[in-house]
Nanobody, 123 residues
Framework: QVQLVESGGGLVQPGGSLRLSCAAS????????MGWFRQAPGKEREFLAAITWNTGSTAYADSVKGRFTVSRDNAKNTVYLQLNSLKPEDTAVYYC????????????????WGQGTQVTVSS
């Protein structure tokens, strides 16, 4: 099994930045892609970005391209999501998840998931 733990969320003012981390442990060799999603109250879970462990290939949702950047540190088994130019509508719980597939965008293609970290953008 793979265990995922997110960190780095918090309260930030509009226009600010945060860096989220997702530490993976366990049978990480069974995963190919790490993805980031978010879910706001009353909304569906939304794909944000994904990255492959081996080549570092990435995929982004159009809604965050240019503002969010996904990266990984293979030595630390950790994936990051840099959030820049944050807006109040970015407020949500942010999740990382693992997939054996190549850069999938649908939440059902990911398992397991981390517990999530809250990001609140407010003045």
């Amino acid at each position: 099994q793979v265990q995922l733990v997110e960190s780095g969320g918090g309260l930030v003012q509009p226009g600010g930045s945060l860096r989220l981390s997702c530490a993976a442990s366990g049978r990480t060799f069974s995963t190919y892609t790490m993805g980031w999603f978010r879910q706001a109250p009353g909304k569906e879970r939304e794909f944000l970005a994904a990255i492959t462990w081996n080549t570092g290939s990435t995929a982004y949702a159009d809604s965050v391209k240019g503002r969010f950047t996904v990266s990984r540190d293979n030595a630390k088994n950790t994936v990051y999501l840099q959030l820049n130019s944050l807006k109040p509508e970015d407020t949500a719980v942010y999740y990382c998840a693992a997939s054996p597939r190549n850069l999938p965008r649908r939440s059902y293609e990911y398992d397991p998931w981390g517990q999530g970290t809250q990001v609140t953008v407010s003045s």
